[in-house]
Structure formats: structure tokens, C-alpha cells
């Protein structure tokens, strides 16, 4: 047979017939396509959970924003700063200052217990008092219900997924921080990032209430620009009064998320690569027995004089066509069945409750796409040759 | 011998018998008011053109399939009114089923093939075993009794299917056309064997062929054409 | 059962077929066990929770501390049998990877209280008299290759040494084993008379204060009552307590992981319903294939019924084989303890999960024979005979 032509029009009739065959095996096609799609959506619905984990996170820092906390310390929660050294921090060179002085907001931090929604029992809610700066030193932040606190006054307000999944957090509703109850007077939205999961209220009430003193746990800082912070960070760790550690917020949050993404990770991937090697079985089995039931037009056809080469394309192309189908559909329900679902679990490190969605990424659709490709690949294969090794004769008479 | 005969040492009795086969809108009348005796001990050849309805009367008196109107008695019981879990035992008893294409298991061994209604009786296995090698020893293939079909020839496997037939001693032997897809040789051989069966063991046949070299081995021969017997061939 | 052989017979009539689909069925199984397992890491402090213990903690969060004070006024209150306590250390050792639980304790009323974790008396005699003695548990010795006698460095996140530094030193002096297969093994013990010495004065209210209190109640009846007690007790004081059942506080905390349950059971779900869709083609197509055969089968006289039963016999053997298999597989592989180096307190496949695993072969076996036999069973032997 000569020519790439004929090879490839070869090809094509071989894959025609098996594919007009499909109606006839309509069962084990059936299988083989549901078994990948059920892989695909699997991986990906698991895998979003880290995704959308850290996409919150990553979300809640940009490259010119600064975090400063205690040395030593690896969360907010475990840091402390007086008031001295949040002013030194805020008067550094590389901040960027706005009228009402330098865009730094210091801040502290603790845990509340509220009821999740969900389930009824209790919840380590973020609370966090911040000085006004901190409005400007996030990004999107927006109030989507009622008003901002009164500074100076016993209120909060509350981030929309925590307002979502924890009780009593519309607007009206009392809080009760520590012996007190404070009225929630708005909700704020921030583009996303990990502040709408928590509950704000003014520093120095949140002081009065919890016997802090003056002392804070970190300094949120907005920089001049992206390159300042080397200028900012060499200025803080030099200096002798202070005892600080100094990051992007971006690289913060993104360690914040490591234990849980870690552990989605290291368990998602061998959940879905042992239901990829089940799959491979069921596309085998499809693929088997799509051959041995066209056994007789096989070797009639290669009776006739078409080549190795074509049959074994030809199934190849058959087994990767249904489970591209199969990937395409598990994709599919992937997405619309788990994009944006909303869901909280514990921040190890700062040991309260993160809001987040279920996010699938265009990365792990692709990856579940490749997963497909090679389920159909190696499922494929064996028969391929099976198919293409076949003694012409024998073939021919069998019933 | 097993069961009770009618009057006269009828073992058989077709009466009036009509089957229709409703095919889409059409009606097709493969029996008319049909009537057929069959005397204990005989060996009856059932001869027609293809279409005649040789196959369905077979199926009738074999409780394999209802008449739209008529009766068919069988060894003094009325085959056409018993429930189909009733006949199913019923056939169990009474009748060994030899086929055209022999139809056995591939997946079992000869001995396993001709054991297989034995696995209906209350029979223990030592009892099982016995039967089968009487049977096996009867047709022949004492030394093929562990050989899967495909290793077996055609005449071969035909004659573990009339094993089959005869292991339970059925009132009853029922052939649709048994050497149909035999050479001449082979199917010689099991003419000769349903022969024996019939003179030395008093087994009570009824054949269907289309074959004159295969009804002559038998005692009486009728003839089937267009739904009705008759005693002598249709030109 | 002499009819085996013929379910058997049938089952090998098209081998590959045949391993294929018992491999799909061994794989699903292996899921299961494994998912079952890492469920049973992550919501299985529920079911160990002692049923006679509470848990007291501060009412408003989690991260604020109680007073010692109050040890003494609980252990006054009617019903409470013990009291113990324990305070979130927040260390690391070496790597902030290295995760582990390490709290400051009293000994003796410590391990009164938690009589599963098994301790050689030697051993508590020793920390009774070392004051930097730690005790720790054979999971996280084994890990890190620690022997008695060692001294391990930590690093507090929150309490600091009067020198500033965070690096506190302890001496092992006992490791200790769980009584039950979930017990957490991981945490390390040390003495809370030390610590309370030891640590900084910098957040002037923390000294003389603890994490949170275990209360033992002499009567499991009676814990809610107590429960009520002792918070009312602490009502309007400084720190307000909210005091309930070691399970509940687990279970709480479960919940706020996440619904672990409802995700294990949907890709459970998801992968069954594909198993469910190959084994039940595999079925039907063998059903198919054997028509005649299974006309031949009623002419010699099964009944419609037994006929029935042997198809159904034929897809729960190949149900029960490869779920056996899985099992047992995942059995296997989770008898290694934890595949994640450390992020799971246990990890083993609960003897109940591998009989519910059987219990779905089963089931399997059943919903992908049923039609086949159903259609087995209906065949007009006229018509199936022709189909030979």
C-alpha cells in the first residue's frame, strides 16, 4: 500500500465501521465511557477542594502588601507587638501613605465560638480588630449590607462567608464578645480572599474587651510599590527595637494553606489514580470486545489489503475518541456540579474556620482531560495489536 | 418402564390439535385438527417438507409449547393443560431431548453434558456418576467422557447428546432431525443406536427428519404437509 | 452445591472478559476499604471519646485560657469523680512539618484520666521525679527515632523561656502505647509544674492559667447534669466555662473539618455506580451469548426458577470473588500505617467497614444479575432453541 493518503483514508473506513458498530455494543461502550467520566469527575471534584482552599488565600494578598509579626511566630495568633512597635513598623520607609497618614492597620486577632450553620455545633471564628488603615490596606473591600463600625463604638461587622455558613450573623443580630454582646451592623465583601471569613471590629475595643491592653499581633501594611518591600523588610529586621519577621502577604497566606492542601493532595491523587487503573479495565474490556466482535471484518479487511498500522490507529483512535467523551462528561459534571459550591474547614495553622469554594480550575480540568487521553490510550492498545495481529485465516472462519 | 400408558398401550395421544403462530398482523396455521396415536415401544419417523410444522408438533408432545386448541396426552397426563413449572418437572420425568445441533454445553465435559439432568433428581453423586457411565457406555464414548466438545467430531458429540437423552430412562426419546448435520457414516452409526434403543431397550422414539434413508430405520413413518398427516408421502 | 460447576463453567467461558470485570470489581473494593480507612483518620476520635469524660473550655474561644483556680472547685462539685488538665504547647520540632500535639500535664491525675494510653509504671516513676521528663507516644518515636533517654529540643510558637528564647529541652522518659488501635499515639506529655515555672512573664495573666479540663464523671448518667453544674459554677466569673461530652467537643471539631462523611460517600458513590454499569454489561452480554444454551437447559427440564437462580449465582460469585479481593488488598495496604507521613492521628480499615464492603459485593452481585436472570428466566424454550 503506498502513500500517506491511502494510509490515512485506510484509517478512517476501518474507524468508520468500528464506530457504526458502536449502537451494538451499546453496553460496554456505556461502561467503558461512565467508568472514565466517574475518574475524571472524582479528580477534579476532590482536587478543587484544595483549589478553591487556596485560592482564598491566595487571593487575600497582593505582592504590594506586607504582613509583620512577631519573630518566631507562624501565625497571627501565636505573634504579639505593643503598640511602640506597631508605630515604628508604620512610620518604616516604603509605606505608602494615604490622608489620613501611613496605610498601616495593626491589628489582633482571636477566636470566638459560633454555631455552623450546617450542622449546629460550634465553630473557632476569626475576630480581628483593625485600625482604620486596614480599609485600604486590602484590596476590594466592599460593604454589601448595611454600614462600616463606628470606631470607638462596640460593634462588628462580618465577612460574607462567614455571615453564609455561621449563625446569628445577619445584620441586627448581637454577637456576643466575651461578656458582651455587640450588634452586627454590616456585611463586606473582599474580593474573595480569607477577611470574609472573619469578624471585624475596632482595635481598641476588642482591647477593652479582652484585656489586651495595648498590644497587637501584627501590622498590615501597604507598600509604596511591589519593589519597596526589600527597602521596608531591610529597615524592620535592622532595626535594634524591634523582633519582628516580615513577608509579602501573598507568601504568607500561600504557607497559611500548605497542611490542607498537603493532605488533599497526598490523598485525592491516589484515590483518583486507583480509580484510573479501574477504568483502564473497563475501557480493556470495551476494547476487547469491541474486536472480537468485528473479529470477521478485521481480517476481511486485512484479507482485502489494508495495513497493520491502519487497523491498530484505527482502534486507537476509537478507544481515545470514547474516553475523551468520558473525560469531557466527568469534566462536565465536574464543573457544574462542584464549581463554587461553598464549604468551610479548619486553617490548621490559625486554628479557625476558612470559607472557601470548591474551585475548578482550568489547570485541573486539563489535568483531568490528560487523565482521560491516557485511560483511552492504554486501554486501547493491547486490543489494538490484539486486532492487528490477528492470523487473517483462522479469522475468516470463525462464526 | 417409566409411566402409566392410556388404553391399548397408547403412549402418546394428539388429538384435534391446532397451533397458530401470530407473526406481526399474520396468522400463521402451522397445524390443522390434527390427530396422532403413538403405541408404547414404537419408533416413529415424523416426515415433511420444511414449513410442514414437523419441529412444532415435536415441541407440543414435548411440553416444550401449548396448542391453540386440542389436547395432547403423554403417558396418561393431559401435557397441554400443566403449568410451565409443572412442566417443567413434568419433562424432567418423561422425555430426553436429542437436537440437530446437538446443542451441549461447551463449557462442560462430555460426562458433565450427559449428567446435567441428573442434577433435577434427588439422585446422590455416586448415583449421578453411575447413570452417567452407564449411559456413556451405552452409546459408546467411555473414553471420551472427560473431553470438552470441541475436541469431540460431530458424530461424537451427537451421541453424548443422545446420552444426555437416555441417562434419566425417560418414558419418551424426542429427535428433531438427529442426523441432520452428520456425514452419512456418523449418521448411520446413530440410526443404529437409536435402533437398539428401540428394539433391545423397548424406548419409545419419535424422530423428525427429513431424511428417507433415516425414516426407514424406523417401525412406522408418517407424513406431515401443509399442517396434516398422512400416512403416505405428499409428490 | 452440584450446580457450581456449571456457574463456574459459564463464568470461565470467556476468560478475559471475565478477569477484566473481577478486576474493575477488585479495584473498587480496594477504593473502598482505603477511603474507609482515611474516613475513620478523620472522624474516628468520636467513637473513642470516653463516654464518662467532659470537656471543659473556656465559653468564648478556644484559645482562652481558664485558671488553675478552678480545679479545686470543680473537684467539689457532685458527680465529679477526677479532674485533669492539659494547655496547647504549639511546638515544633525541627521542621514546622513535623506536626505533633505536645501539652504540660499533671502526671498523675493525667494518666489516671486516660487510662488508654499504656504507660510501664517504671517509666511513670521516672517522670514523677525528672521535672523536664516527657513522655511520648510510639507513633511519634518510632517517626522521629527517639529512645528514652534522649533530649529532644521543641520550639514553642507561644510560650518563651525567661531568656527569651522559645527552645525548651525535655528528656524522654517514657514512651507510651495505645490501649486501642485508634489511639492516638502521636502526642508528647511533659510536666505541667515545670512549664507553669518556666514560662514567660510577658502575657502577665497566662501564668496559673490552662488550656482547657477533663472532668471524669462518676456516673455516665449523670454528665449532662454535671455539665450544667459546673458551668454554672464559673457563670459571670472571669472566665466563663462551657463544659460538654468528650464526644460532642469531637464532633464539633469533625464538622468543622468538613463533611467528610457526605464527600467519602459521594465518590463511593460515583465509583460503584461505574462498577455497577460493568459488571452488569458483562452480565447481560454473557446472558445473551447463552440463549440457546439456557433453552436447552429448560427442555431438559429446569424450571423457570432455577434457571434464575444460577445467573444470579453466577454474577454474586464474581461479585463476592473480586470484592474479597479488594478487601483483602486494602486490608493489606492500610496495615502500614499512615501513607501521609504524619497528617493522620490513625490509619487502619475498621473491622465493621470490611463487612459493609462485603455486604455491597453482595448487593453488587444481586443488582447485576437480576435483570439478566430475569430475562433468562422469561425465555419461550421454542423460540430460545431456534436461537442456538
Not at chain 2, 61 to 86: F, K, N, Y
Not at chain 2, 129 to 147: D, F, I, P, Q, W
Request: proline content about 4%; overall charge positive.
Amino acid at each position: 500500500m503506498a502513500g500517506p493518503i491511502n494510509w490515512f483514508s485506510q484509517v478512517a473506513s476501518v474507524t468508520k465501521f468500528g464506530l457504526l458498530s458502536i449502537p451494538q455494543r451499546r453496553g460496554s461502550v456505556a461502561a467503558a465511557v461512565f467508568g472514565i467520566a466517574g475518574v475524571v469527575a472524582v479528580l477534579v471534584g476532590v482536587l478543587s477542594i484544595a483549589a478553591g482552599f487556596r485560592r482564598v488565600l491566595a487571593d487575600s494578598g497582593s505582592p504590594d502588601s506586607a504582613i509583620v509579626l512577631r519573630s518566631g511566630a507562624d501565625s497571627e495568633m501565636v505573634s504579639g507587638l505593643g503598640r511602640e512597635q506597631t508605630r515604628i513598623i508604620a512610620d518604616a520607609p516604603g509605606v505608602a501613605r494615604g490622608p489620613g497618614g501611613a496605610l498601616a492597620s495593626a491589628e489582633l486577632f482571636v477566636i470566638i465560638n459560633l454555631p455552623k450553620k450546617s450542622t449546629g455545633t460550634d465553630v473557632n471564628v476569626p475576630l480581628r480588630g483593625v485600625e482604620p488603615a486596614a480599609f485600604q490596606v486590602r484590596d476590594h473591600l466592599k460593604f454589601v449590607e448595611g454600614r462600616p463600625f463606628t470606631w470607638g463604638r462596640n460593634e462588628v461587622v462580618v465577612g460574607v462567608g462567614a455571615a453564609r455558613e455561621f449563625a446569628g450573623l445577619e445584620v441586627g443580630d448581637l454577637m456576643k464578645v466575651g461578656r458582651y454582646e455587640w450588634p452586627v451592623v454590616g456585611i463586606f465583601s473582599a474580593g474573595g480572599s480569607a477577611a470574609e471569613s472573619e469578624v471585624w471590629s475596632d482595635a481598641k475595643a476588642l482591647q477593652d474587651a479582652y484585656h489586651r491592653g495595648d498590644s497587637f499581633q501584627s501590622v498590615y501594611v501597604r507598600l509604596q510599590s511591589p519593589a519597596a518591600f526589600d527597602r521596608f523588610k531591610d529597615a524592620l529586621t535592622t532595626d535594634p527595637r524591634l523582633n519582628v519577621k516580615v513577608e509579602r502577604q501573598d507568601e504568607y497566606f500561600a504557607e497559611q494553606s500548605t497542611a490542607v492542601t498537603t493532605l488533599i493532595n497526598l490523598l485525592g491523587y491516589p484515590i483518583a489514580g486507583l480509580m484510573a487503573v479501574g477504568a483502564i479495565f473497563g475501557a480493556l474490556n470495551t476494547m476487547y470486545s469491541s474486536v472480537a466482535a468485528r473479529t470477521r471484518e478485521i481480517a476481511t479487511l486485512r484479507a482485502l489489503g489494508f495495513g497493520r498500522g491502519a487497523v491498530v490507529a484505527s482502534i486507537m483512535l476509537e478507544s481515545v475518541a470514547l474516553a475523551l467523551l468520558g473525560g469531557v462528561i466527568g469534566a462536565a459534571v465536574a464543573y457544574f456540579g462542584f464549581n463554587g459550591f461553598h464549604a468551610s474547614t479548619i486553617n490548621w495553622q490559625s486554628f479557625s474556620s476558612l470559607t472557601f469554594a470548591f474551585a475548578v480550575t482550568r489547570g485541573l480540568l486539563v489535568q483531568g482531560i490528560v487523565l482521560a487521553t491516557l485511560i483511552g490510550v492504554l486501554g486501547g492498545l493491547l486490543p489494538a495489536f490484539r486486532a492487528a495481529w490477528l492470523p487473517i485465516a483462522s479469522a475468516l472462519r470463525q462464526l | 418402564m417409566n409411566g402409566t400408558t392410556g388404553g391399548d398401550g397408547v403412549l402418546v395421544a394428539v388429538e384435534g390439535v391446532e397451533k397458530v403462530f401470530h407473526r406481526g398482523s399474520e396468522d400463521i396455521h402451522v397445524l390443522k385438527d390434527l390427530h396422532l396415536t403413538v403405541p408404547a415401544g414404537q419408533f416413529l419417523a415424523l416426515m415433511g417438507p420444511s414449513g410442514s410444522g414437523k419441529s412444532t408438533l415435536l415441541n407440543l408432545i414435548g411440553g416444550l409449547d401449548r396448542p391453540t386448541q386440542g389436547t395432547v396426552h403423554v403417558a396418561g397426563e393431559r401435557v397441554d393443560q400443566l403449568s410451565d413449572h409443572r412442566l417443567a418437572s413434568w419433562r424432567a420425568r418423561h422425555i430426553g431431548f436429542v437436537f440437530q445441533l446437538y446443542n451441549l454445553m461447551p463449557v462442560l465435559t462430555a460426562e458433565r453434558n450427559v449428567e446435567l439432568p441428573l442434577l433435577l433428581t434427588p439422585l446422590s453423586k455416586a448415583e449421578r456418576r453411575r447413570h452417567v457411565e452407564a449411559a456413556l457406555a451405552m452409546v459408546g464414548l467411555s473414553a471420551r467422557a472427560k473431553h470438552f466438545p470441541r475436541t469431540l467430531s460431530g458424530g461424537e458429540q451427537q451421541r453424548v447428546g443422545i446420552a444426555r437423552g437416555i441417562v434419566t430412562d425417560p418414558t419418551l426419546l424426542l429427535c428433531d432431525e438427529p442426523t441432520g448435520d452428520l456425514d452419512r457414516k456418523s449418521g448411520d452409526e446413530i440410526l443404529d443406536l437409536l435402533q437398539a434403543l428401540n428394539r433391545e431397550h423397548g424406548k419409545t422414539i419419535i424422530m423428525v427428519t427429513h431424511d428417507p434413508h433415516a425414516s426407514a430405520r424406523a417401525s412406522r413413518t408418517v407424513y406431515l404437509n401443509k399442517g396434516q398427516l398422512s400416512s403416505a408421502p405428499v409428490n | 452445591m452440584k450446580f457450581l460447576h456449571l456457574v463456574w463453567g459459564n463464568l470461565m467461558r470467556k476468560k478475559l472478559r471475565t478477569a477484566l470485570t473481577l478486576l474493575s470489581i477488585v479495584v473498587a473494593f480496594l477504593l473502598f476499604g482505603f477511603l474507609s480507612a482515611i474516613k475513620e483518620a478523620l472522624t474516628g476520635g468520636v467513637s473513642i471519646a470516653g463516654a464518662n469524660r467532659l470537656i471543659v473550655r473556656h465559653k468564648v474561644s478556644i484559645i482562652q485560657l481558664l485558671p488553675y483556680s478552678y480545679k479545686a472547685r470543680m473537684e467539689r462539685l457532685p458527680g465529679v469523680a477526677l479532674v485533669t488538665h492539659q494547655t496547647w504547647f504549639g511546638g515544633i520540632y525541627q521542621d514546622p512539618k513535623n506536626f505533633f500535639m505536645q501539652c504540660p500535664v499533671d502526671p498523675e491525675s493525667f494518666l489516671a484520666m486516660f487510662p488508654e494510653f499504656l504507660l510501664p509504671p517504671a517509666q511513670k516513676a521516672a517522670w514523677l521525679q525528672t521535672r523536664t521528663g516527657a513522655i511520648v507516644g510510639r507513633k511519634t518515636a518510632e517517626r522521629f527515632g527517639w529512645k528514652v533517654g534522649d533530649r529532644v529540643p521543641i520550639v514553642s510558637t507561644i510560650w518563651a523561656q525567661p531568656d527569651g528564647s522559645r527552645r525548651w529541652t525535655f528528656d524522654i522518659v517514657g514512651i507510651f502505647d495505645g490501649r486501642e488501635k485508634n489511639t492516638d499515639t502521636t502526642p508528647l506529655f511533659f510536666r505541667y509544674d515545670y512549664f507553669d515555672e518556666v514560662r514567660e512573664q510577658g502575657h502577665s495573666w497566662d501564668r496559673g492559667q490552662v488550656g482547657w479540663y477533663t472532668i471524669r464523671v462518676s456516673d455516665p448518667a449523670q454528665a449532662g447534669a454535671v455539665a450544667k453544674a459546673v458551668d454554672a459554677e464559673f457563670e459571670n466569673s472571669s472566665a466563663e466555662t462551657k463544659t460538654e461530652p468528650e464526644g460532642a467537643f469531637v464532633q464539633a471539631w469533625v464538622n468543622q473539618v468538613g463533611n467528610i462523611a457526605l464527600i467519602t460517600a459521594s465518590i463511593l458513590g460515583a465509583v460503584f455506580f461505574t462498577i455497577l454499569l460493568v459488571a452488569g454489561n458483562t452480565m447481560s452480554q454473557s446472558v445473551r451469548e447463552r440463549i440457546g444454551e439456557l433453552g436447552v437447559l429448560k427442555a431438559i427440564g429446569f424450571t423457570n426458577g432455577q434457571v434464575l437462580a444460577m445467573v444470579l449465582l453466577e454474577s454474586c460469585v464474581l461479585a463476592l470473588l473480586g470484592g474479597g479481593l479488594g478487601l483483602g488488598l486494602a486490608w493489606l495496604a492500610t496495615s502500614h500505617g499512615d501513607p501521609t507521613g504524619g497528617y493522620l492521628p490513625m490509619f487502619f480499615l475498621p473491622p465493621r467497614d470490611l463487612l459493609v464492603g462485603l455486604g455491597f459485593s453482595l448487593v453488587l452481585g444481586v443488582v447485576t444479575g437480576v435483570l439478566p436472570a430475569l430475562q433468562a428466566m422469561r425465555l419461550r424454550v421454542a423460540e430460545a432453541l431456534r436461537r442456538m
